[in-house]
Structures are given as structure tokens and as C-alpha cells.
């Protein structure tokens, strides 16, 4: 099993649909998650934390579950410029990020 | 600008050849990350620093890969003897502490 695996997608959703990720992870002893975006040929960026107790940025919501070791991203009212590759990354106690390969988003007009 | 930046952008060699790729990080950022990007792939962790001393080190991909950071600002990634295998985006990334990390722009080998 992968330390972190992610449905490769893509999900092709139309403008204004939510959509959700899940990225799942081995290693019970992880203790920070996070979700980058990445744009064709450019660099992963941050797009939110993962917390124990979930975060919401504007129409972007992360959960952590730790019993079934998951993290979520939810996207709603979904915009052609959300169309990306979303990473997520998870660090255990050595700190070393593990990145999933990601979920590919097409959103269309 | 003051992200971090990577030197070259772009490096096309021949197999067998040495390479070295520069990154420098934001600078009040003491951990520094490298990572290798292949296409349709989230990006494979190689080694890291916090300041000068590096603390993995075991994910490098062979013996032919190695890093420095010598006086905790800059880094310098080395492959020697290059192999079309090792063609790939080479991102590096800093971070204050065990925060979330800032990418540069990474640097695209190819290895002809």
C-alpha cells in the first residue's frame, strides 16, 4: 500500500458543481496534512492546512479523519479557474512530507 | 521577489554528463526541501535540510545524487553521471520549522 494515495481523477464537473477529494494515508503516527494546488507546468502552492478540528477558506472546506487516516477537500460552487491538479501532502513525526500524486479537476463552462 | 528561486529553469545535457541545480530559499526559512516531479506523479521527497545539516538523506535516489547546504542559505543539488532515467522537474521548497512549504519553480532536466 502507497503512504498516500489519491484518485488520479480526472473529474470533469461543470461550473458551479461542488466536488470532493479524498486522500487517504498509511502511516497512523502523521501529524500535519495539507492541500496544494498545481497548475499544468508550474509549481505545487498551498492551498490550505488540514486540521484535527477541519478549516474552511471561502468555498474550500479540508477535514481530517484519524480513526479511517483520510483527509478531504470539498469544493463548492466550482469555477473554471479551480481547474487544476490537487496534491495532498502528509508528514509524520520525521517530518517528511509524503505527497500523494494527486487529483486532476476539469471544471467546464 | 522574494520567493524562492531556482537556477537553471531548464538543463538539457547528454547522458553521463554532471549536472548541478541551485535553489535559494525565502530567507528567514530554515528548512529547504528537494523534491523530483515526473509527469502524471505528486512530487517524490529526496532529502531535506534545517539550516546547514542535513537530516535525510536516505531517499536520494542512488549515490549519484548528493546536496549541500553549506552555510544554511542556499543549496545546491548534484547529479553525477547522468542517466535518461534521471530526466525530470526538480523542485526544491523552503519552509519556516515544520510549516507549510513554499515551492520555487523548479528545474527541468533533460538528459538526452
Known amino acids: 500500500r502507497k503512504e498516500v494515495e489519491q484518485d488520479p481523477g480526472p473529474f470533469n464537473v461543470p461550473e458551479g458543481a461542488t466536488v470532493a477529494f479524498n486522500c487517504t494515508y498509511s502511516?497512523?503516527?502523521?501529524?500535519?496534512f495539507f492541500w496544494y494546488r498545481q497548475d499544468c507546468r508550474k509549481e505545487p502552492k498551498l492551498l490550505m492546512s488540514?486540521?484535527?478540528s477541519g478549516n474552511e477558506d471561502g468555498r474550500f472546506t479540508a477535514q481530517l479523519n484519524r480513526a479511517s487516516q483520510y483527509i478531504s477537500l470539498l469544493i463548492r460552487d466550482s469555477k473554471l479557474s479551480d481547474s487544476a491538479t490537487y496534491l495532498c501532502v502528509v508528514s509524520g513525526g520525521s517530518y517528511i512530507p509524503t505527497f500523494g500524486r494527486g487529483t486532476s479537476l476539469i471544471v467546464h463552462p | 521577489d522574494t520567493g524562492v528561486s531556482q537556477d537553471p529553469r531548464h538543463k538539457i545535457t547528454k547522458r553521463g554528463q554532471n549536472v548541478t541545480f541551485r535553489c535559494d530559499p525565502i530567507?528567514?526559512?530554515?528548512?529547504l526541501y528537494w523534491y523530483r516531479q515526473t509527469l502524471g506523479q505528486g512530487p517524490e521527497f529526496l532529502t531535506y535540510?534545517?539550516?546547514?545539516?542535513?537530516?535525510?538523506k536516505s531517499r536520494l535516489l542512488s549515490d549519484r545524487f548528493s546536496a549541500e547546504r553549506p552555510k544554511g542559505s542556499f543549496s545546491t543539488l548534484e547529479i553525477q553521471r547522468t542517466e535518461q532515467g534521471d530526466s525530470a522537474m526538480y523542485l526544491c521548497?523552503?519552509?519556516?520549522?515544520?510549516?507549510?512549504?513554499?515551492f520555487g519553480p523548479g528545474t527541468r532536466l533533460t538528459v538526452l
Open positions: 502511516n497512523s503516527a502523521s501529524q500535519s
Open positions: 530567507s528567514e526559512h530554515n528548512r
Open positions: 535540510f534545517q539550516n546547514e545539516a542535513q537530516l535525510e
Open positions: 488540514v486540521y484535527s
Open positions: 521548497a523552503s519552509s519556516f520549522s515544520v510549516n507549510e512549504q513554499f
